[in-house]
């Protein structure tokens, strides 16, 4: 279980313009392009429980996981909008029983499918089936390497993670995963260690494909570097170590405007392993619903419109900040 969180009469006033201000300020608003891309969150179970997890995913969450018949429903409402890409998230999705079926019958209704992971729980002869099934259905894997030394990787997520994480890039590779040629999409997602802002992404994904490389025979086709969101478990560390205000200026001081055309917010929509549906997995993580109650995907008969206005929080600036979450 996560720490409690600060009641209002703890927390004192936020020294920060909040986000809904800054846009006005701007003269901007947040509102949707045409939806191209469903993110279904199948789960909170993971293998780790990792500092920075805006959801408090873990072992504990084992009763929070997608059902077949809310799977049934999520295809379905695939199948009548026809997105571009489908894009697969947790916890570990890996964990999640039927996560097979669920990825061949989505590869009917949609073009790309791509599924996050955090490495570990692909590990072991139990997941061979679920990386068969990757492979024929050509599915695009992110996977979370946040750091290229031990120290920091398990400072962050935990004893035995750097080796488990080197491991399964090696078996990635050997499979065809980030090798030229494949058609086997392998890319890296680097988040920083603490209270600061990930550093340029361009130099970054150098800097891995380098040491990767030439210490490990490692490849992979692309790097993207992401800005830790102020929510669930991240947020109880910033608060209990003092973080949290510092944290969040820097954020705000980042807000960078030129993100807003790009935002992943304004083109996809969200679906919790119950069904709901949000605008994006951040939102989800808050209990920010989208509209004015919640909606179950079944109910669902399309896409929101273009237009439609989106919900905003002070901790989309995670967004926003320097080169944005795109």
């Not at 009641?7 to 300020?25: G, M, N, R, W």
């Not at 802002?197 to 490849?219: D, S």
């Not at 102020?230 to 973080?243: A, I, K, T, V, Y």
């Not at 949290?244 to 392993?273: D, H, V």
Request: glycine share 8%.
């Amino acid at each position: 279980m996560g720490i409690p969180r600060k009641t209002s009469a703890q927390v004192p006033a936020p020294d920060f313009e909040h986000f809904s201000c800054t846009l006005k300020q701007q003269g901007l608003t947040l509102a949707r392009k045409r939806c191209r891309i469903l993110q279904i969150n199948v789960g909170l179970l993971c293998d780790l429980a990792c500092r920075h997890c805006h959801l408090e995913a873990g072992p504990h969450q084992r009763e929070k996981v997608m059902s077949a018949q809310t799977m049934k429903e999520v295809v379905a409402f695939a199948r009548r909008s026809r997105f571009e890409l489908v894009d697969i998230t947790g916890g570990a999705p890996e964990l999640v029983p039927g996560i097979e079926g669920f990825l061949a019958d989505l590869a009917e209704v949609t073009p790309k499918l791509m599924l996050r992971s955090n490495l570990t729980a692909l590990n072991g002869p139990e997941r061979e089936q679920l990386l068969h099934a990757c492979i024929k259905h050509r599915v695009a894997l992110v996977v979370s390497f946040p750091a290229l030394r031990e120290a920091q990787i398990e400072a962050q997520r935990g004893s035995g993670v750097w080796e488990k994480s080197l491991a399964m890039l090696h078996r990635l590779n050997d499979l065809g995963y980030g090798c030229e040629g494949s058609g086997l999409e392998l890319h890296l997602a680097v988040n920083p260690g603490g209270a600061f802002l990930p550093a340029n992404q361009g130099a970054t994904e150098k800097r891995y494909r380098r040491e990767l490389h030439k210490r490990w025979g490692l490849v992979f086709n692309n790097l993207f570097t992401l800005t830790n969101t102020p929510l669930g478990r991240f947020q109880d560390w910033l608060e209990n170590s003092g973080n949290y205000e510092g944290y969040m200026r820097k954020l705000a001081q980042a807000f960078n405007p030129e993100t807003i055309p790009a935002l992943m917010c304004r083109e996809q929509i969200s679906i919790s392993w119950d069904g709901y549906v949000f605008d994006c997995d951040f939102h989800l993580a808050a209990g920010i619903c989208r509209g004015e109650k919640r909606t179950h995907v079944r109910d669902l008969p399309a896409p929101p419109a273009e237009g439609t206005l989106i919900a905003t929080a002070d901790h989309c600036y995670a967004c926003t900040a320097g080169a944005g979450f795109t």
